[in-house]
Protein backbone atom coordinates (compact mmCIF):
# COMPACT_ATOMS: atom_id res chain seq x y z
CA UNK A 1 0.00 0.00 0.00
CA UNK A 2 1.45 3.69 -0.98
CA UNK A 3 2.81 5.54 1.99
CA UNK A 4 0.84 8.64 2.08
CA UNK A 5 1.97 9.69 6.05
CA UNK A 6 4.30 13.03 6.26
CA UNK A 7 5.22 15.75 8.19
CA UNK A 8 3.30 18.81 7.09
CA UNK A 9 6.41 19.96 5.32
CA UNK A 10 7.19 17.21 3.03
CA UNK A 11 3.44 17.05 2.34
CA UNK A 12 3.48 20.85 1.40
CA UNK A 13 6.89 20.86 -0.51
CA UNK A 14 4.80 20.59 -3.88
CA UNK A 15 2.68 23.59 -3.47
CA UNK A 16 4.80 26.39 -5.29
CA UNK A 17 3.97 30.18 -6.02
CA UNK A 18 0.83 30.84 -7.57
CA UNK A 19 -1.15 27.70 -6.37
CA UNK A 20 -4.83 27.40 -6.09
CA UNK A 21 -5.62 25.62 -2.68
CA UNK A 22 -9.25 24.89 -0.91
CA UNK A 23 -8.87 24.75 2.63
CA UNK A 24 -11.70 23.31 4.79
CA UNK A 25 -13.28 25.20 7.85
CA UNK A 26 -15.82 27.69 8.76
CA UNK A 27 -14.18 30.70 10.79
CA UNK A 28 -11.02 28.21 11.39
CA UNK A 29 -13.17 25.16 12.80
CA UNK A 30 -12.26 22.46 10.69
CA UNK A 31 -9.09 24.37 9.22
CA UNK A 32 -5.90 21.91 9.17
CA UNK A 33 -3.38 24.62 11.14
CA UNK A 34 -0.84 22.30 10.84
CA UNK A 35 -0.59 22.36 6.83
CA UNK A 36 -1.44 26.30 7.13
CA UNK A 37 1.62 26.90 9.66
CA UNK A 38 4.20 24.64 6.96
CA UNK A 39 2.47 26.76 4.34
CA UNK A 40 3.48 29.98 6.12
CA UNK A 41 6.75 28.82 6.56
CA UNK A 42 7.17 27.30 3.56
CA UNK A 43 6.30 31.47 2.61
CA UNK A 44 4.72 30.61 -1.07
CA UNK A 45 3.32 33.82 -2.70
CA UNK A 46 0.86 34.90 -4.99
CA UNK A 47 -1.91 32.08 -3.58
CA UNK A 48 -5.20 31.78 -4.69
CA UNK A 49 -7.36 30.68 -1.60
CA UNK A 50 -10.75 28.72 -1.29
CA UNK A 51 -11.95 29.21 1.60
CA UNK A 52 -15.53 29.41 3.28
CA UNK A 53 -14.18 32.96 4.97
CA UNK A 54 -11.22 34.77 5.91
CA UNK A 55 -10.68 32.85 9.47
CA UNK A 56 -9.18 35.62 12.01
CA UNK A 57 -5.54 37.32 12.51
CA UNK A 58 -3.87 34.62 13.94
CA UNK A 59 -6.18 31.41 13.01
CA UNK A 60 -7.12 29.22 9.83
CA UNK A 61 -6.04 31.22 6.50
CA UNK A 62 -6.02 34.45 8.68
CA UNK A 63 -1.69 33.18 8.56
CA UNK A 64 -1.37 33.26 4.98
CA UNK A 65 -3.18 36.29 4.84
CA UNK A 66 -0.98 38.01 7.34
CA UNK A 67 1.93 36.75 5.89
CA UNK A 68 1.04 38.56 2.76
CA UNK A 69 0.56 35.17 0.38
CA UNK A 70 -2.60 35.31 -0.46
CA UNK A 71 -3.85 37.12 -3.94
CA UNK A 72 -7.03 35.82 -4.91
CA UNK A 73 -9.34 34.80 -2.07
CA UNK A 74 -12.51 33.41 -2.66
CA UNK A 75 -15.17 33.01 0.09
CA UNK A 76 -18.42 33.89 1.15
CA UNK A 77 -18.00 36.05 4.05
CA UNK A 78 -14.61 38.24 5.34
CA UNK A 79 -16.04 40.36 7.60
CA UNK A 80 -14.80 39.28 10.97
CA UNK A 81 -11.12 39.52 9.80
CA UNK A 82 -10.59 43.20 9.04
CA UNK A 83 -7.17 42.55 7.69
CA UNK A 84 -8.93 41.80 4.42
CA UNK A 85 -10.33 45.45 4.03
CA UNK A 86 -7.03 46.49 4.73
CA UNK A 87 -5.38 44.46 2.30
CA UNK A 88 -8.02 45.13 -0.40
CA UNK A 89 -7.54 48.70 0.12
CA UNK A 90 -3.84 48.91 0.65
CA UNK A 91 -1.86 50.88 -2.13
CA UNK A 92 1.17 49.05 -2.01
CA UNK A 93 0.76 46.44 -5.51
CA UNK A 94 2.29 43.68 -3.69
CA UNK A 95 0.38 43.47 -0.58
CA UNK A 96 -3.29 43.89 -2.69
CA UNK A 97 -5.76 41.63 -2.05
CA UNK A 98 -8.51 40.69 -4.55
CA UNK A 99 -11.61 39.19 -3.00
CA UNK A 100 -14.44 37.31 -5.09
CA UNK A 101 -17.33 36.99 -2.83
CA UNK A 102 -19.17 33.88 -3.57
CA UNK A 103 -22.90 33.16 -1.53
CA UNK A 104 -22.00 30.56 0.76
CA UNK A 105 -24.66 27.96 -0.83
CA UNK A 106 -23.29 28.82 -4.08
CA UNK A 107 -19.52 28.00 -3.33
CA UNK A 108 -20.08 24.91 -1.20
CA UNK A 109 -22.88 23.57 -4.40
CA UNK A 110 -19.89 24.74 -7.15
CA UNK A 111 -17.05 23.14 -5.15
CA UNK A 112 -19.44 19.77 -4.88
CA UNK A 113 -19.90 20.43 -8.75
CA UNK A 114 -16.30 20.36 -9.10
CA UNK A 115 -15.85 17.25 -7.51
CA UNK A 116 -18.72 15.53 -8.60
CA UNK A 117 -18.35 15.90 -12.48
CA UNK A 118 -21.24 18.30 -13.09
CA UNK A 119 -20.89 20.91 -15.38
CA UNK A 120 -22.87 23.50 -13.56
CA UNK A 121 -26.10 23.75 -11.71
CA UNK A 122 -28.95 25.95 -11.34
CA UNK A 123 -29.89 28.32 -8.57
CA UNK A 124 -32.18 30.50 -7.70
CA UNK A 125 -29.88 32.47 -5.42
CA UNK A 126 -28.66 35.66 -5.92
CA UNK A 127 -31.17 36.13 -8.49
CA UNK A 128 -31.92 40.38 -9.39
CA UNK A 129 -28.36 41.18 -7.37
CA UNK A 130 -25.31 41.97 -8.15
CA UNK A 131 -24.15 37.95 -7.73
CA UNK A 132 -25.94 37.50 -10.91
CA UNK A 133 -23.45 40.12 -13.44
CA UNK A 134 -22.07 38.24 -16.13
CA UNK A 135 -23.82 34.91 -15.51
CA UNK A 136 -26.44 33.60 -17.58
CA UNK A 137 -29.92 33.21 -16.36
CA UNK A 138 -32.53 30.44 -17.20
CA UNK A 139 -36.29 30.23 -16.68
CA UNK A 140 -37.20 26.72 -15.61
CA UNK A 141 -40.76 26.02 -14.35
CA UNK A 142 -41.53 30.09 -14.72
CA UNK A 143 -38.46 30.51 -12.32
CA UNK A 144 -35.33 32.27 -12.88
CA UNK A 145 -31.90 30.57 -11.82
CA UNK A 146 -28.49 31.47 -12.27
CA UNK A 147 -25.71 29.06 -14.20
CA UNK A 148 -23.24 29.09 -11.58
CA UNK A 149 -19.89 27.22 -12.62
CA UNK A 150 -18.32 24.05 -10.94
CA UNK A 151 -14.76 25.24 -9.23
CA UNK A 152 -11.45 23.01 -8.73
CA UNK A 153 -8.25 23.63 -7.42
CA UNK A 154 -4.90 22.48 -7.41
CA UNK A 155 -4.70 21.76 -3.77
CA UNK A 156 -6.76 21.11 -1.07
CA UNK A 157 -6.27 21.21 2.57
CA UNK A 158 -8.62 19.06 4.64
CA UNK A 159 -8.68 18.34 8.25
CA UNK A 160 -9.58 15.29 9.77
CA UNK A 161 -10.75 14.25 13.69
CA UNK A 162 -9.46 10.36 12.86
CA UNK A 163 -7.99 9.11 9.65
CA UNK A 164 -6.34 5.45 8.42
CA UNK A 165 -3.45 4.96 6.76
CA UNK A 166 -5.46 4.71 3.25
CA UNK A 167 -6.63 8.20 4.22
CA UNK A 168 -10.65 7.35 5.01
CA UNK A 169 -11.90 10.28 7.14
CA UNK A 170 -13.85 11.58 9.71
CA UNK A 171 -14.70 14.36 11.09
CA UNK A 172 -16.12 15.84 14.39
CA UNK A 173 -19.23 17.80 14.68
CA UNK A 174 -19.16 21.10 12.68
CA UNK A 175 -15.23 20.41 11.94
CA UNK A 176 -17.09 18.98 8.56
CA UNK A 177 -18.52 21.96 6.67
CA UNK A 178 -16.85 22.34 3.50
CA UNK A 179 -13.98 19.66 4.02
CA UNK A 180 -15.56 16.62 2.64
CA UNK A 181 -16.60 18.60 -1.29
CA UNK A 182 -12.95 19.75 -1.21
CA UNK A 183 -11.69 16.68 -0.75
CA UNK A 184 -13.19 15.48 -4.03
CA UNK A 185 -12.61 18.89 -6.15
CA UNK A 186 -8.94 18.93 -5.99
CA UNK A 187 -6.24 17.32 -7.96
CA UNK A 188 -3.51 16.61 -4.96
CA UNK A 189 -5.40 16.24 -1.71
CA UNK A 190 -3.55 16.84 1.95
CA UNK A 191 -5.23 15.78 5.04
CA UNK A 192 -4.08 17.81 8.50
CA UNK A 193 -6.09 14.71 10.93
CA UNK A 194 -5.96 14.96 14.69
CA UNK A 195 -5.94 11.27 14.78
CA UNK A 196 -4.19 8.12 12.59
CA UNK A 197 -5.18 4.91 13.34
CA UNK A 198 -5.04 1.70 11.02
CA UNK A 199 -6.49 1.11 8.25
CA UNK A 200 -9.89 -1.05 8.45
CA UNK A 201 -9.95 0.54 12.08
CA UNK A 202 -12.78 3.12 11.29
CA UNK A 203 -16.48 1.52 10.89
CA UNK A 204 -17.14 1.88 7.01
CA UNK A 205 -20.89 3.64 8.10
CA UNK A 206 -18.70 6.10 9.62
CA UNK A 207 -16.57 7.22 6.83
CA UNK A 208 -17.75 10.54 5.54
CA UNK A 209 -14.68 11.33 2.67
CA UNK A 210 -13.33 7.86 1.06
CA UNK A 211 -9.15 7.14 0.99
CA UNK A 212 -9.03 7.15 -2.32
CA UNK A 213 -9.42 10.87 -2.54
CA UNK A 214 -6.56 11.56 -0.08
CA UNK A 215 -2.67 11.62 -1.51
CA UNK A 216 -0.87 12.94 2.19
CA UNK A 217 -1.94 12.54 6.03
CA UNK A 218 -0.01 15.09 8.46
CA UNK A 219 -0.81 13.90 11.84
CA UNK A 220 -0.76 15.86 15.06
CA UNK A 221 -3.39 18.38 14.27
CA UNK A 222 -4.67 19.73 17.59
CA UNK A 223 -7.88 20.67 18.93
CA UNK A 224 -8.26 24.36 18.87
CA UNK A 225 -7.05 25.92 22.56
CA UNK A 226 -9.36 28.58 23.63
CA UNK B 1 -39.92 50.87 27.49
CA UNK B 2 -38.44 47.98 27.71
CA UNK B 3 -35.12 47.04 25.76
CA UNK B 4 -36.23 47.78 22.27
CA UNK B 5 -34.23 44.19 20.86
CA UNK B 6 -36.41 42.39 23.69
CA UNK B 7 -39.60 43.90 22.23
CA UNK B 8 -38.89 42.57 18.96
CA UNK B 9 -37.43 39.38 20.00
CA UNK B 10 -40.48 38.72 21.89
CA UNK B 11 -42.75 39.59 19.24
CA UNK B 12 -41.21 37.67 16.64
CA UNK B 13 -40.71 34.51 18.95
CA UNK B 14 -44.67 34.74 18.36
CA UNK B 15 -44.49 34.00 14.69
CA UNK B 16 -42.91 30.98 15.33
CA UNK B 17 -44.92 27.68 15.66
CA UNK B 18 -44.48 23.96 17.08
CA UNK B 19 -42.30 21.83 14.91
CA UNK B 20 -40.78 24.61 12.70
CA UNK B 21 -37.78 24.75 11.53
CA UNK B 22 -35.86 27.63 12.12
CA UNK B 23 -32.42 29.36 11.12
CA UNK B 24 -31.80 32.70 12.93
CA UNK B 25 -29.25 35.51 11.74
CA UNK B 26 -26.32 36.48 14.32
CA UNK B 27 -27.29 39.65 16.70
CA UNK B 28 -30.89 40.41 17.83
CA UNK B 29 -32.63 37.28 15.70
CA UNK B 30 -30.42 34.86 18.03
CA UNK B 31 -32.06 36.31 20.59
CA UNK B 32 -35.56 35.10 19.39
CA UNK B 33 -34.95 31.71 20.99
CA UNK B 34 -34.89 32.95 24.51
CA UNK B 35 -38.82 33.82 23.82
CA UNK B 36 -40.56 30.97 22.71
CA UNK B 37 -44.03 30.91 23.78
CA UNK B 38 -45.00 27.96 26.24
CA UNK B 39 -45.20 24.48 24.76
CA UNK B 40 -43.44 25.88 21.44
CA UNK B 41 -40.45 23.74 20.67
CA UNK B 42 -38.94 24.61 17.33
CA UNK B 43 -35.85 22.88 15.63
CA UNK B 44 -32.63 25.38 15.05
CA UNK B 45 -30.77 25.10 12.19
CA UNK B 46 -27.43 26.32 11.87
CA UNK B 47 -26.15 26.60 8.34
CA UNK B 48 -22.71 25.87 8.80
CA UNK B 49 -23.99 22.01 9.87
CA UNK B 50 -25.98 21.59 12.33
CA UNK B 51 -30.11 20.23 12.56
CA UNK B 52 -31.33 20.94 16.26
CA UNK B 53 -29.00 22.99 17.82
CA UNK B 54 -29.37 24.12 21.50
CA UNK B 55 -28.22 26.75 23.85
CA UNK B 56 -24.92 28.55 23.73
CA UNK B 57 -22.38 26.76 25.81
CA UNK B 58 -21.76 27.59 29.52
CA UNK B 59 -17.85 29.22 29.91
CA UNK B 60 -15.74 26.84 30.69
CA UNK B 61 -18.03 23.95 28.93
CA UNK B 62 -17.05 24.67 25.32
CA UNK B 63 -16.30 21.83 22.25
CA UNK B 64 -14.10 23.77 20.44
CA UNK B 65 -15.53 21.75 17.45
CA UNK B 66 -19.51 22.90 17.68
CA UNK B 67 -19.89 26.47 16.63
CA UNK B 68 -22.50 28.37 14.94
CA UNK B 69 -22.45 30.11 11.81
CA UNK B 70 -21.50 33.20 14.25
CA UNK B 71 -18.56 31.58 15.41
CA UNK B 72 -19.51 30.88 18.90
CA UNK B 73 -19.51 27.93 20.90
CA UNK B 74 -23.17 26.21 20.98
CA UNK B 75 -24.51 23.16 22.75
CA UNK B 76 -26.76 20.23 20.59
CA UNK B 77 -29.89 18.99 21.55
CA UNK B 78 -31.02 15.34 21.70
CA UNK B 79 -32.12 14.56 18.01
CA UNK B 80 -30.05 16.84 16.30
CA UNK B 81 -27.58 15.87 13.14
CA UNK B 82 -24.14 17.47 11.86
CA UNK B 83 -23.87 17.77 7.60
CA UNK B 84 -21.77 19.19 5.48
CA UNK B 85 -22.40 22.77 3.90
CA UNK B 86 -23.53 21.06 0.41
CA UNK B 87 -26.29 19.51 2.45
CA UNK B 88 -27.00 22.44 4.45
CA UNK B 89 -27.65 24.62 1.82
CA UNK B 90 -29.54 21.91 0.13
CA UNK B 91 -31.92 21.77 3.15
CA UNK B 92 -31.86 25.64 2.98
CA UNK B 93 -32.49 26.21 -0.39
CA UNK B 94 -34.69 22.80 -0.67
CA UNK B 95 -37.33 24.90 1.24
CA UNK B 96 -37.24 22.69 4.49
CA UNK B 97 -36.55 25.87 6.31
CA UNK B 98 -40.22 27.19 7.72
CA UNK B 99 -38.30 30.40 8.72
CA UNK B 100 -35.32 32.55 8.43
CA UNK B 101 -35.19 35.55 10.72
CA UNK B 102 -32.57 38.01 9.74
CA UNK B 103 -31.74 41.99 10.28
CA UNK B 104 -31.81 44.35 7.45
CA UNK B 105 -29.82 47.60 5.95
CA UNK B 106 -32.94 48.47 4.27
CA UNK B 107 -36.51 46.72 2.98
CA UNK B 108 -38.50 48.16 0.39
CA UNK B 109 -42.12 47.99 -0.63
CA UNK B 110 -41.09 45.03 -2.73
CA UNK B 111 -40.37 42.71 -0.28
CA UNK B 112 -36.75 43.54 -1.70
CA UNK B 113 -34.18 43.14 0.49
CA UNK B 114 -30.24 44.80 1.78
CA UNK B 115 -28.56 43.35 3.80
CA UNK B 116 -25.00 42.34 2.87
CA UNK B 117 -23.37 45.53 1.43
CA UNK B 118 -22.35 49.20 2.23
CA UNK B 119 -20.28 49.72 -0.82
CA UNK B 120 -16.73 51.39 -0.54
CA UNK B 121 -17.55 51.36 3.33
CA UNK B 122 -18.66 47.72 4.74
CA UNK B 123 -17.65 45.09 2.87
CA UNK B 124 -17.93 42.12 4.74
CA UNK B 125 -19.68 39.38 2.41
CA UNK B 126 -23.22 37.58 1.98
CA UNK B 127 -22.20 34.59 3.90
CA UNK B 128 -25.51 32.38 3.88
CA UNK B 129 -28.33 35.44 3.47
CA UNK B 130 -28.70 35.00 -0.39
CA UNK B 131 -29.76 31.51 -0.10
CA UNK B 132 -31.30 31.72 2.98
CA UNK B 133 -33.88 34.28 1.96
CA UNK B 134 -34.71 32.08 -1.33
CA UNK B 135 -34.95 29.37 0.31
CA UNK B 136 -36.92 29.67 3.67
CA UNK B 137 -40.43 29.42 3.53
CA UNK B 138 -40.64 32.71 5.62
CA UNK B 139 -38.50 35.51 5.68
CA UNK B 140 -38.97 38.01 9.04
CA UNK B 141 -36.82 40.93 9.23
CA UNK B 142 -36.06 42.08 13.02
CA UNK B 143 -34.95 45.19 13.28
CA UNK B 144 -35.08 48.37 14.28
CA UNK B 145 -37.42 50.67 12.20
CA UNK B 146 -34.92 53.99 11.73
CA UNK B 147 -31.07 54.13 12.16
CA UNK B 148 -30.34 56.76 13.66
CA UNK B 149 -33.06 58.91 12.49
CA UNK B 150 -32.48 57.24 8.81
CA UNK B 151 -35.30 55.32 7.32
CA UNK B 152 -34.91 51.86 6.28
CA UNK B 153 -37.61 50.75 5.51
CA UNK B 154 -37.99 52.27 1.89
CA UNK B 155 -39.82 52.73 -1.38
CA UNK B 156 -36.89 51.19 -3.03
CA UNK B 157 -33.83 50.04 -1.71
CA UNK B 158 -30.55 52.08 -2.27
CA UNK B 159 -27.72 49.46 -1.35
CA UNK B 160 -27.33 46.28 -3.25
CA UNK B 161 -29.77 43.82 -3.00
CA UNK B 162 -29.50 40.39 -1.08
CA UNK B 163 -32.79 38.96 -2.97
CA UNK B 164 -35.69 40.60 -4.63
CA UNK B 165 -39.13 39.81 -3.39
CA UNK B 166 -38.48 37.67 -0.23
CA UNK B 167 -39.36 39.52 2.46
CA UNK B 168 -42.61 38.32 4.35
CA UNK B 169 -42.88 40.09 7.70
CA UNK B 170 -40.99 43.35 9.35
CA UNK B 171 -40.83 43.46 13.38
CA UNK B 172 -39.62 46.50 14.90
CA UNK B 173 -40.44 47.65 18.03
CA UNK B 174 -43.07 50.21 16.55
CA UNK B 175 -45.13 47.51 14.98
CA UNK B 176 -45.19 44.26 12.97
CA UNK B 177 -45.72 44.83 9.34
CA UNK B 178 -46.30 42.13 6.28
CA UNK B 179 -45.33 42.56 2.74
CA UNK B 180 -48.52 42.49 0.77
CA UNK B 181 -48.80 42.73 -3.30
CA UNK B 182 -50.26 46.58 -2.64
CA UNK B 183 -47.14 47.31 -0.75
CA UNK B 184 -46.38 47.42 3.27
CA UNK B 185 -49.09 47.23 5.70
CA UNK B 186 -49.01 47.64 9.39
CA UNK B 187 -51.08 45.16 11.28
CA UNK B 188 -49.62 45.65 14.61
CA UNK B 189 -48.93 48.27 16.58
CA UNK B 190 -46.84 49.47 19.73
CA UNK B 191 -49.50 51.31 22.13
CA UNK B 192 -46.26 53.42 22.71
CA UNK B 193 -46.36 55.12 19.25
CA UNK B 194 -48.63 56.82 17.37
CA UNK B 195 -49.47 55.12 13.48
CA UNK B 196 -48.60 58.91 12.14
CA UNK B 197 -45.31 58.03 14.16
CA UNK B 198 -44.98 54.93 12.32
CA UNK B 199 -45.07 56.63 9.14
CA UNK B 200 -43.09 59.37 9.79
CA UNK B 201 -40.80 56.75 10.54
CA UNK B 202 -41.02 54.92 7.21
CA UNK B 203 -40.17 56.20 4.12
CA UNK B 204 -42.46 54.27 1.40
CA UNK B 205 -46.55 54.44 1.42
CA UNK B 206 -47.33 52.67 4.62
CA UNK B 207 -51.14 50.91 4.32
CA UNK B 208 -52.70 51.00 7.26
CA UNK B 209 -54.55 47.53 8.48
CA UNK B 210 -58.46 47.62 9.09
CA UNK B 211 -57.40 45.21 11.70
CA UNK B 212 -55.01 47.05 13.14
CA UNK B 213 -54.00 45.75 16.84
CA UNK B 214 -51.82 46.65 19.99
CA UNK B 215 -48.23 44.88 18.91
CA UNK B 216 -48.24 41.89 21.64
CA UNK B 217 -44.57 41.08 23.08
Known amino acids: ?226 | MADIKEIIAKRVAKELKDGDVVNLGIGLPTMVANYLPEGVHIVLQSENGIMGMGPAAEPGKEDVDIINAGAQYVTINPGSMYFDSAVSFGIIRGGHVDATILGALEVDQMGNLANWIVPGKMVPGMGGAMDLVVGAKKVIIAMQHTQKGRHKILDTCTLPYTAIKVVDMIVTEMGVMEITPEGIMLTEINPEYTVEQVREATQCKLIISPGLKDMEF
Open chain 1, 1 to 226: MIDKIKTADEAVAVIQDGASIMVGGFMACGTPEILIDALVRKNVKNLTIICNDAGVPGRGVGKLLTNGQIKILIASHVGLNPEVAQRMNTDVEEDKLECILVPQGTLAERIRAGGTGLGGFLTPTGVGTIVAEGKQVLNVGGRDYLLELPLRADFAFIRGSVTDKFGNTTYNATTRNFNPMMAAAADHVIVGTCNIVETGEIDPNNVVTSGIYVDSIVGGEKQWQI
